[in-house]
T-cell receptor, first 115, second 112 residues
Framework: ETGVTQSPTHLIKTRGQQVTLRCSSQSGHNTVSWYQQALGQGPQFIFQYYREEENGRGNFPPRFSGLQFPNYSSELNVNALELDDSALYLC??????????????FGSGTRLTVV | QKEVEQNSGPLSVPEGAIASLNCTYSDRVSQSFFWYRQYSGKSPELIMSIYSNGDKEDGRFTAQLNKASQYVSLLIRDSQPSDSATYLCAVKALGSARQLTFGSGTQLTVLP
């Protein structure tokens, strides 16, 4: 059983640019959640995708957007990057929109640095 | 008031001692509670989950939940230097996404 994989592992972007981060779900999982973890903080929920549709969103502006594909892999897009977007971006997959009661397993994350 | 609060630490314990990590949460209807361990530069790793009041033991780890007091804790017995990490408490919401709400973490150092 393959786990959650994310790419790239590290990324450096300039303020104002756009970035796309990618996540491949664990085999059989149809739900993907994205989190942002700033230095010294706990992860913050960005949004979740279930069967290719957004299924909940945290307190993030519209310049954070996402996609989920038919194979359940996912992208996180951030437009007009700001310095405060520098963080570790985490992806987690799960089975079912609400049925699971257990915790999520995260991918290894993408470290984004905005300069 | 933050939704999930943890002792900010850092917490230092000698090798072999018991490390006690605490967490309180504000949403009374929360149902699921988790502890994650995060090594520096790595992603969080799920180590314990608890859903019912009382204790749950897994090896050297014991999670304790008291829903009336809105309190969850993690005890690490026989602490090892390899346990040195940041420990994150997380609570699962009842929203449509069942997203996790995390505390800001407690940094634990186990001294050899």
């Amino acid at each position: 059983e393959t786990g959650v994989t994310q790419s790239p592992t590290h990324l450096i972007k300039t303020r104002g640019q756009q970035v796309t981060l990618r996540c491949s779900s664990q085999s059989g999982h149809n739900t993907v959640s994205w989190y942002q973890q700033a230095l010294g903080q706990g992860p913050q929920f960005i949004f979740q995708y279930y069967r290719e549709e957004e299924n909940g969103r945290g307190n993030f502006p519209p310049r954070f957007s996402g996609l989920q594909f038919p194979n359940y892999s996912s992208e996180l897009n951030v437009n007009a990057l700001e310095l405060d977007d520098s963080a570790l971006y985490l992806c987690a997959s799960s089975l079912g929109r609400q049925g699971e009661n257990h915790g999520y397993t995260f991918g290894s994350g993408t470290r984004l640095t905005v300069v | 008031q933050k939704e999930v609060e943890q002792n900010s630490g850092p917490l230092s314990v000698p090798e072999g001692a018991i490390a006690s990590l605490n967490c309180t949460y504000s949403d009374r209807v929360s149902q699921s509670f988790f502890w994650y361990r995060q090594y520096s530069g790595k992603s969080p790793e799920l180590i314990m989950s608890i859903y019912s009041n009382g204790d749950k033991e897994d090896g050297r780890f014991t999670a304790q939940l008291n829903k009336a007091s809105q309190y969850v804790s993690l005890l690490i017995r026989d602490s090892q230097p390899s346990d040195s990490a940041t420990y994150l408490c997380a609570v699962k919401a009842l929203g449509s996404a069942r997203q996790l709400t995390f505390g800001s973490g407690t940094q634990l150092t186990v001294l050899p």
